[in-house]
């Protein structure tokens, strides 16, 4: 039930966490911080599968730019893509000859989403805010991927 539950936390953390912030400066009050949630990344994708259409293509593929480049937001996508597949698969993963099979799904997700924030991680790094702007959805996102391994890793054992 756990290696249900995960991916789909892990979801629902990307993309209503918040991911960075930006400050800016107004004109009259000084300086004000804008927040940027994960659905600036995923926003397009999940769009597509609430509306039943498969996320493949350029009317799903994701809008989010950082550092002038949509690399990070098509690797979200991808990666919450596959957290969604294992979600679906963990489903009949509940048969007991089928556990193990799931859970190698399950393992991947995890570390497909680890790679994915690392990859936003780094890029954060180069970019003007740097990794102080950084926002705790990001980390609550990386701490689920990192659960899902170790759900999937126990689901191989037999668990």
Known sequence: MIRILLPLAMI????????????SRGELSGKTVAIVTGEHFIGNT????????????????STGE?????????????????????AVLGVPGLLPFLGRMTSIVTVG???????????????????????GAVQWGAYLTAGLALLTVIS????????
């Open 66 to 86: 950082l550092n002038d480049s949509t690399l990070v937001g098509d690797i979200l996508s991808w990666s919450a893509l596959l957290a969604a597949v294992a």
């Open 109 to 131: 997700s995890g570390v497909a989403m680890l790679g994915s924030l690392g990859l936003f991680m780094t890029t954060m790094i180069g970019s003007e805010p740097g990794l």
């Open 12 to 23: 629902a953390a990307l993309f209503f966490g918040p991911m960075f912030s930006e400050e």
């Open 152 to 159: 999937g890793l126990s689901g191989m054992r037999g668990r």
């Open 46 to 61: 999940v769009d597509c599968v609430r509306e039943m259409k498969a996320p493949i293509g350029e009317d799903c593929e």
